[in-house]
Each structure stands twice: as structure tokens, then as C-alpha cells.
């Protein structure tokens, strides 16, 4: 019960960190037994830049994997699906060469890379270190995952507030606005989100693609597009 009231906090917290302008970071910290963590965006359409780290270390790894274009962060965020390097010195080389000559004179012994997606939107990954062994168990796997994809809505959130959306001049008249709001409640359903959470959806897919809302609007309330069909991976 303590470990579960320890998520159920860490979830809160997490939840709320985009307006409270909280660590992204700490709340994986609080419930895994890692030692630390990074919160980066990937490519398109943000960029790739850290958005959270916890210390230099982190911080020092997430640079590295940007300069290089390899590491974990890139793959987990390339498979939309996580991935677990228990012992990174030794299970490295064939798969990220330069990542782990670069990486040798640091203290990461493990790293654990989980994805930041958005139905389609692909916004970058959470990379969790640790510097013993001993590895994730899959119930602490399935946290990182639930915790992920609120880091997820954190991380969308700050960038579209830090980007400029394309505009249309059509999108300011009411029947825009309606079709935005219905597409608004269609998401809502396809994903199981919140209507704030739906929107944002819409907003980071208009983002990502370079459409204006009221095009992703329309596609989404005429059926050409439906993110519940979006694959996984």
C-alpha cells in the first residue's frame, strides 16, 4: 500500500507539473530505483533539446545522445516502445558504438528509455539511469510507461506553448469553433482523455504536420482521420 500511495502522489504530482512549473523528473525518481533521469523532445517537429534533468550526469548523457544521434532515448522514441539497457557498458557497442565510447568515463551503468508519444505526435522520451545493476521488474516497467505518458502531456504542453500554431483566418468564425469542439469530444472518445487532453492532441498533430487546427478539426469530424487507429508501433 506505502508504494502504491508513493505512484498515486508521484502521478499528482507529475500531472500538475506543467503548471506548477515542477520537475518533470522527480516524480520517476520518487517511485523507480534509478538514480537519474532526463526529459528530452526528439526531432521534428520540436527539436531536439532537454526539457528536465535531474542532475549533470542526465543532463551530460541527453547531450550526448543529441550530438550523436543514437542512445536509447532515439530508439525508444523510433519503436514507440521502451527500451531496458541493464548494463549499458557491457550490451552497447554493436547497437550505439559511438554512444558508448563516448558515455565510458560517466557513472550510468543502466538506462531505461521511455517514449513520450501523443496519439501521432512524436514529442521525444524520458531516459531514467542508474549507476548499480539490478534492472526494472515489470510491474516498476509498467509505472514508468504510466508515468511517461503524463510527461508526455507535460512536455506537448510546453512546447506548443513555446511554438507558433499555423493559423487560418476562417479559424476565428463559429462554425470553426464547432467543428473544433466536436472533433474535441470524437478524440475525447477515440483516446479516453479529457477534453483538455483531446485538444491538446489535436493541436500537436496540427503542430506536427503543419496544418492549421480547423483542417485536423474537419479531418477528424468527417472520419478521415481517427487517432484510436493511429498504430502503436
Known amino acids: ?23 518533470i523528473c522527480a516524480p520517476f525518481m520518487q517511485v523507480l530505483p534509478v538514480n537519474a533521469a532526463a526529459v528530452c523532445t526528439l526531432g521534428a517537429p520540436f527539436g531536439s533539446e532537454t526539457v528536465s534533468a535531474s542532475n549533470a550526469m542526465a543532463a551530460h548523457f541527453d547531450e550526448l545522445q543529441f550530438d550523436l544521434g ?15 539497457v541493464d548494463n549499458f557498458a557491457t550490451s552497447s557497442g554493436a547497437t550505439w558504438p559511438a554512444l558508448m565510447k563516448a558515455a565510458r568515463n ?6 531505461y528509455a521511455f517514449p513520450l508519444i501523443m496519439g501521432s505526435v512524436d514529442i521525444g522520451a524520458v531516459s531514467l539511469f542508474s549507476t548499480r545493476s539490478g534492472g526494472l521488474t515489470p510491474a516498476q516497467i509498467l509505472d514508468a510507461e ?7 502531456l507535460q512536455v506537448l504542453r510546453r512546447s506548443l506553448t513555446a511554438q507558433t500554431l499555423k493559423t487560418n483566418l476562417e479559424d476565428n468564425e463559429g462554425y470553426s469553433r464547432r467543428v473544433v469542439h466536436q472533433a474535441t469530444g470524437m478524440v475525447l472518445a477515440q483516446l479516453n482523455l479529457s477534453a483538455a487532453d483531446a485538444l491538446l492532441i489535436i493541436h500537436g498533430h496540427a503542430f506536427a504536420h503543419g496544418r492549421t487546427v480547423r483542417e485536423v478539426a474537419a479531418d477528424v469530424v468527417t472520419r ?3 487517432f484510436s487507429s493511429i498504430p502503436e508501433s
Open 1 to 23: 500500500m506505502p508504494d502504491r500511495l508513493a505512484f498515486g502522489a508521484a502521478v499528482e504530482q507529475l500531472s500538475l507539473a506543467h503548471e506548477s512549473r515542477t520537475s
Open 70 to 84: 543514437e542512445g536509447p532515448a532515439w530508439a525508444a522514441l523510433a519503436t514507440r516502445r521502451p527500451v531496458l
Open 146 to 152: 504510466v508515468l511517461a505518458q503524463i510527461a508526455a
Open 106 to 111: 560517466t557513472e550510468v551503468h543502466a538506462v
Open 224 to 226: 478521415r482521420l481517427d
